[in-house]
């Protein structure tokens, strides 16, 4: 199970385009909010992307957190468990669990405890997506090559949008 949870991490910024894949995903993944931010995992706190609950009766589940309910649940399984099987495959280092509250943790600590962030917007996690070839094999190349296109089109489409708080807040000042 630690290999498992391991591989979840290890390919976590990776899978996150397909896990979030729109531009308002992101908005949701800010510290401090109920949806982790943080590539670790806990048995007893919500702030890491996988909690792992204490109270199990005959199993035990693992909750990776991070998935957005736009996500396309095929895709999102699949790269999940392409994941964990890397994961198991591999021996992937779970580290150990995370059961303070990762939001009250300075830059410092979370790097000593080798903490990393979820990407922060879609382009980052496009980009994420591009150099994890375990999920770029699970999707397939049809998959991954379309998908990326998509959302890189949506990307730039989005910024260069001006958004109404744009408006309200230079328009008269400059």
């Known amino acids: 199970a630690l290999h498992y949870i391991g591989g979840l991490l290890k390919h976590a910024r990776g899978s996150c385009a397909i896990t979030n894949p729109l531009v308002n995903s992101y908005k949701r993944l800010v510290p401090g909010y109920e949806a982790p931010v943080n590539v670790a995992w806990s048995m007893r706190n919500r702030t890491p992307m996988i909690r ?42 779970a580290r150990e669990p995370v059961n303070t509250n990762i939001w009250e943790m300075s830059h410092r600590e979370k790097r000593r ?26 999707l397939g190349e049809h998959i ?24 309200d807040n230079y328009l008269a000042k400059y």
């Open 113 to 138: 405890l080798k903490i990393d962030d979820l990407p922060h917007n879609l382009e980052e996690a496009c980009n994420e997506l591009e150099r994890d070839g375990v999920i770029k094999e699970a």
């Open 144 to 167: 991954t090559s379309n998908f990326l296109a998509a959302k890189r089109m949506e990307w730039e489409e989005y910024i260069t949008q001006v958004s109404q708080w744009e408006l």
């Open 52 to 93: 792992i609950p204490d109270r199990r009766g005959l199993g035990t589940r693992v909750e990776l957190r991070i998935p957005d309910p736009a996500a396309n649940p095929y895709l999102a399984l699949a790269v999940q468990l392409a994941a964990g099987l890397d994961g198991v495959e591999n021996k992937a280092d």
